[in-house]
């Protein structure tokens, strides 16, 4: 039984603990547990975490900045704003934006200010660094801003740009993790608005990827998962689903419910679509909710219910990290991530 990784939508975390804060050894420990909950889904538990850091550290940005983006996180625009604008007050007059103000953005798209929700990641995007995290975040972001604007030929284009096509560096090129999660929203943005032949070709580039980037047409290589995944590989909607609908009710579903809510969208059922991914968000194993719940952020991102978007992508983030965030106590700083990878069985 083989694994394959099917990346989600996360949240973004600095990449070095306190960077440019000026904190002592133990604020780094408490703003690293901050940035666990943050990456845990966990905005509410950050607040105070982050609150400590800055009754103990006054001066540096970044505590601030990291308390707009759980303020704006846990739907709290007001003071998302102040501590955002606290943030802005203390960086350096030439420094690129940052965080604070993908804080703000998040709070134009809950106020609905499409616009300027997108003016403030654009700003990120364009002035940090390519291989930064927070550039890479804010771009995941764009993405629902633009679908949130209605604009989805702008989200696609932003999604083809950051995470799709080919890149001019290596240290600005897309991860195989992020490519796929880029294709996965592909689908459903195509598959909402009937354009099945694109749907179906990002959905059998993604289940190409999970099953080990086996060439179109080639024989599956055993076991009832890896048969549904391979004809799904090969463009065999119809046989994928068939298999799937086999394997749903099997305790281990290799995702069975969420790869049959994506081949609905290529097929153009767009409710059953939205259906399967609740039902999956409700019903399935752990690991299928998170996908699910991840997923149907993008369809509030759709429907213009950017509240819900973010509820689905914080509820999304628990599932998938139950087994990883610890709460008793910080650990090392780890890389920056943008998005959450996860196994597939199949």
């Not at 996180?73 to 960086?91: G, I, M, N, T």
């Not at 419910?257 to 290529?266: C, G, N």
């Not at 996908?291 to 999304?316: F, K, N, W, Y």
Request: net charge neutral.
């Amino acid at each position: 039984m083989r694994t394959a990784s099917l990346p989600i939508l996360c949240l973004s975390v600095l990449a070095a603990t306190g960077a440019g804060c000026g904190q002592s050894h133990r604020e780094d420990l408490v703003f690293e547990r901050g940035l666990q909950m943050l990456a845990g889904g966990s905005p509410r538990l950050a607040v105070p975490v982050f609150s400590q850091v800055i009754s103990s550290v006054p001066d540096g940005p970044e505590p601030h900045a990291m308390l707009a983006l759980a303020y704006a996180l846990d739907l709290q625009p007001d003071r998302a704003v102040r501590y955002a604008e606290a943030a802005k007050s203390r960086r350096a007059a030439k420094e690129p934006p940052g965080w604070e103000t993908v804080a703000l953005g998040l709070v134009a798209m809950c106020r609905q200010s499409y616009d300027e929700a997108v003016d403030r990641l654009q700003k990120v995007v364009r002035e940090t660094p390519p291989e930064s995290g927070i550039r890479r975040a804010a771009a995941q972001w764009l993405v629902l801003a633009l679908l949130l604007k209605d604009d989805r030929r702008a989200g696609l284009d932003c999604l083809n740009t950051a995470f799709l096509g080919e890149r001019a560096t290596s240290s600005d090129r897309a991860t195989p993790a992020e490519r796929t999660t880029a294709l996965l929203w592909s689908a459903l943005v195509h598959g909402r608005y009937g354009e099945t032949q694109e749907a179906a070709k990002a959905l059998s580039d993604v289940a190409g990827h999970v099953s080990g980037g086996r060439a179109r047409g080639a024989p599956p290589s055993g076991g009832a998962a890896d048969e549904a995944v391979g004809a799904l590989a090969r463009g065999d909607l119809r046989t994928a689903e068939e298999k799937f609908k086999v394997l749903e009710s099997r305790p281990e579903s290799c995702n069975a419910s969420v790869w049959l809510a994506l081949i609905a969208a290529a097929q153009g059922k767009w409710d059953q679509t939205c259906e399967g991914l609740k039902r999956a968000s409700e019903e399935a194993t752990p690991r299928s909710r998170g996908l699910a719940r991840s997923l149907l952020a993008v369809v509030c991102a759709l429907d213009g219910r950017p509240q819900e978007m973010i509820h689905h992508t914080l509820a999304g983030q628990r599932l998938l990290r139950q087994n990883r965030f610890l709460p008793g106590g910080p650990t090392e700083a780890k890389p920056d991530t943008v998005w959450l990878s996860d196994r597939l069985n199949h």
